[in-house]
């Protein structure tokens, strides 16, 4: 886990440079698939690092309906999931009406999960 900071510097690196700024119109489909990964890609850093701070015991979970999860990986996961699903399913499904708010929505997510996951990062390492 030594490397966990670099490789979510990595993909909020990615997010930023994929901000869809360029790709030419024409390309709605790459920027809909790039913007719907980094999204995802972020969620799954946040699960991650999230599991491991829990796993070393120097963290808590804050919000209310995940932290009666938190000792249960796979239910623990299952209601990130549930909480991730909205926002990428309701981007993609408006995506071809209102595009700059599907992407506003999808980098937003992006970059404060990619946040998260830098604080659980900063938590794990001992003091």
């Known amino acids: 886990m030594r490397n966990m900071r670099k490789a979510i510097g990595a993909i909020l690196i990615t997010v930023l440079l994929a901000a869809g700024c360029a790709f030419p119109k024409k390309a709605s489909i790459a920027r809909k698939t790039i ?11 946040d699960l991650a690092t999230s599991m491991y701070v829990f796993g070393q015991g120097t963290g808590r979970e804050k919000n209310p309906f ?5 000792d249960r990986p796979l239910e623990f996961a299952a209601k990130k999931v549930a909480l991730a699903a909205p926002i990428n399913v ?6 071809d009406d209102h595009p700059i708010m599907a992407r506003i929505m999808l980098y937003g997510n992006a970059a404060a ?12 390492r001992p003091r």
Do not use: G, V
């Not at 913007?35 to 850093?45: D, H, P």
């Not at 995940?66 to 938190?70: D, E, H, K, V």
């Not at 309701?90 to 995506?95: D, E, K």
């Open 66 to 70: 995940l932290a009666s999860a938190q």
């Open 90 to 95: 309701t981007a993609a499904m408006i995506w």
């Open 113 to 124: 999960k990619c946040a998260i996951a830098f604080q659980n990062d900063r938590i794990r």
């Open 35 to 45: 913007a719907i990964s980094a999204s995802l890609a972020c969620e799954a850093s």
